[in-house]
């Protein structure tokens, strides 16, 4: 495409490397980056699914990145010790403790380590904050997140101001650099953020919306 800036593989390895340095989720010496036209291939291991995907988020947010295959393993100390049984009961216990889960509406299940979440909730942030509370648990191996999000009907006119609304109160961020798309109760996040922080920050806006059913994060990391 005209106007669009080509980086090399020695390039977007570069700064995928430095973007695992920035973020802080991530043992950055415990992982390999290879990149073959712009496909990046992320190798070696870490202590948590949740720091496997921290790596797979940096990788992604790297301008010039096509695709990420993650061939992270996770080592998690104490996982042989630690009976799916004992996993299962931390992971009730931690869904009950965090008031932002409605635990009583997410039903689990845990296989070899691997927890499986169902059931209904009314908040995309409700689903992504139930994944985020199991990740980092001693011996989870990895989540599969099935939980629906049976948001209330909002026309994506009121969706959009919502968010507006939120970003607007945000002093970290300016909201005239992000663009808004909604279809069907998909928010797609597109434009610049400076900052992690920022970053986190507008998808957390938009997840909050009511009537949002999933986050779409394209925004493209700039830092200052």
């Known amino acids: 495409m005209t106007g669009m800036l080509v ?12 973007e695992l340095r920035w973020d802080t989720r991530v043992e950055e010496t415990d992982v390999g980056v290879e990149v073959d036209q712009g496909v990046v291939t992320l190798t070696g291991t870490v202590s948590s699914y949740a720091k496997r995907m921290a ?12 695709d990420v295959a993650n061939d992270i393993e996770v080592h998690t100390a104490g996982s ?22 409605p635990a009583d509406n997410i039903e689990t299940t ?11 909730v009314d908040y995309w942030s409700h689903k992504l904050e139930a994944e985020h509370v199991v990740l980092p648990l001693t011996g989870v191996h990895g989540v599969t997140n099935n939980i629906i999000v049976a948001a209330p009907e909002v026309s994506s006119a009121g969706i959009h101001d919502s968010i507006e609304e939120a970003l607007l109160r945000r ?9 808004i798309k909604i279809v069907d109760g998909i928010v797609r996040l597109s434009g610049k953020v400076h900052s992690y922080r ?6 957390g806006a938009a997840g909050h919306a009511p009537g949002v059913r999933g986050v779409e994060d394209h925004l493209i990391l700039e830092p200052y």
Do not use: F, M, P, Y
Request: proline share 0%; no cysteine; charged share 30%.
């Open 55 to 66: 790596a797979q988020e940096a990788a992604h947010r790297v301008a010039g990145v096509r």
């Open 110 to 120: 845990v296989s070899k380590g691997w927890v499986t979440l169902d059931g209904t």
């Open 80 to 101: 042989k010790q630690r009976t799916d049984t004992d996993i299962a009961q931390a992971v009730r216990q931690a869904l009950e403790w965090n008031a932002h889960v």
């Open 7 to 18: 980086r090399s593989d020695a390039e977007i390895q570069t700064n995928v490397l430095r």
């Open 171 to 179: 002093a970290e961020r300016e909201a005239d650099d992000i663009q």
């Open 198 to 203: 920022e970053r986190r920050a507008v998808v």
